[in-house]
């Protein structure tokens, strides 16, 4: 129960890295806010509540300013304070490339997801963090955040090396509000968004090659690292990216 008494908002809650840490916080004695725009989002607060936990399902749109405080509202409205925010909605978009073939919608769409999501969820969580004495944010970034990659979605990367620069600034500006702000960068996931994407054997091989684990992340294993950002467990850490990436980062040459 690492989580006991505590509140957590977390976007992306429909699916993947979001559902995954949704189920595990709440096991974990949290009482969760779940946000997606997408209707399977009911699901992930059904099967919280079947094995006893408590969860609302907020709709809204994190590229939204009014829904993102909308969202914080019904968690103070409901709970009483938030603690934990885990700001973990993204998209990738199927025509993002390279900087050249990459539309000018692309871009904008992935920027207004990716980033200023992230960016409307800290304006209003902070504030509700400093009500409640104490708090503790994830962002959730990637590994091309700190690789580059021949295969590019260039939107995509650009949107998580802001969302690194920026979960840093807010780390130091908060630092002595008892509020922590941490980044979460994935590896590779065998989860909706990824697979969806990487729709050959090919495609998943050309990837699989840099991994020197040689296969796909979970989404559990993510949950399993955001518990960690979330609970007391990382107190002393503020301004740092968790790279959960089955050593993608740390590698030049792979196994065979
Ligand atoms: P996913 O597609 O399974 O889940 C993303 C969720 O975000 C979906 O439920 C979707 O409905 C929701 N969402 C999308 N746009 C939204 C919006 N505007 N408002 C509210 N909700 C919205 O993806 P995932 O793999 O679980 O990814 C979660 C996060 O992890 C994303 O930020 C992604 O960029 C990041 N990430 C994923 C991988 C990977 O390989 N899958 C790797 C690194 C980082």
């Not at 009482?31 to 725009?37: E, H, K, L």
């Not at 200023?116 to 304006?123: A, I, Q, T």
């Given at each position: 129960?690492?989580?006991?008494?505590?509140?957590?908002?977390?976007?992306?809650?429909?699916?993947?890295?979001?559902?995954a840490a949704a189920v595990r916080f709440a096991e974990e004695g949290a009482r969760i806010v779940a946000v997606d725009i997408a209707e399977a989002n009911?699901?992930?607060?059904?099967?919280?509540?079947?094995?006893?936990?408590?969860?609302?399902?907020?709709?809204?749109?994190?590229?939204?300013?009014?829904?993102?405080?909308?969202?914080?509202?019904?968690?103070?409205?409901?709970?009483?304070?938030?603690?934990?925010?885990?700001?973990?909605?993204?998209?990738?978009?199927?025509?993002?490339?390279?900087?050249?073939?990459?539309?000018?919608?692309?871009?904008?769409?992935?920027?207004?997801?990716?980033?200023?999501?992230?960016?409307?969820?800290?304006?209003?969580?902070?504030?509700?963090?400093?009500?409640?004495?104490?708090?503790?944010?994830?962002?959730?970034?990637?590994?091309?955040?700190?690789?580059?990659?021949?295969?590019?979605?260039?939107?995509?990367?650009?949107?998580?090396?802001?969302?690194?620069?920026?979960?840093r600034e807010l780390a130091v500006i908060h630092a002595r509000e008892n509020i922590r702000v941490n980044a979460l960068s994935p590896g590779p996931l065998r989860t909706e968004l990824?697979?969806?994407?990487?729709?050959?054997?090919?495609?998943?091989?050309?990837?699989?090659?840099?991994?020197?684990?040689?296969?796909?992340?979970?989404?559990?294993?993510?949950?399993?690292?955001?518990?960690?950002?979330?609970?007391?467990?990382?107190?002393?850490?503020?301004?740092?990216?968790?790279?959960?990436?089955?050593?993608?980062?740390?590698?030049?040459?792979?196994?065979?």
């Amino acid at each position: 129960m690492r989580l006991e008494g505590k509140v957590a908002l977390i976007t992306g809650t429909a699916s993947g890295i979001g559902r995954a840490a949704a189920v595990r916080f709440a096991e974990e004695g949290a009482r969760i806010v779940a946000v997606d725009i997408a209707e399977a989002n009911h699901e992930t607060v059904e099967l919280i509540r079947a094995s006893g936990g408590e969860a609302t399902a907020v709709h809204a749109d994190v590229s939204d300013d009014a829904d993102v405080a909308v969202a914080v509202q019904t968690a103070e409205a409901t709970y009483g304070r938030l603690d934990i925010a885990f700001n973990n909605a993204g998209i990738m978009m199927a025509d993002d490339a390279d900087a050249v073939a990459t539309t000018t919608d692309t871009i904008d769409k992935t920027l207004a997801v990716n980033l200023k999501g992230v960016l409307y969820g800290c304006r209003h969580q902070i504030p509700a963090m400093r009500r409640a004495g104490a708090g503790s944010v994830i962002n959730t970034a990637s590994f091309v955040a700190s690789v580059g990659a021949a295969t590019p979605q260039i939107a995509y990367t650009a949107s998580k090396g802001a969302v690194l620069a920026m979960t840093r600034e807010l780390a130091v500006i908060h630092a002595r509000e008892n509020i922590r702000v941490n980044a979460l960068s994935p590896g590779p996931l065998r989860t909706e968004l990824l697979m969806s994407y990487l729709d050959t054997d090919e495609k998943r091989q050309r990837r699989l090659v840099h991994v020197p684990m040689g296969r796909f992340g979970e989404a559990a294993e993510m949950a399993a690292a955001a518990l960690f950002l979330a609970s007391d467990e990382s107190s002393y850490m503020t301004g740092a990216n968790l790279l959960v990436d089955g050593g993608l980062t740390a590698a030049y040459v792979t196994p065979e």
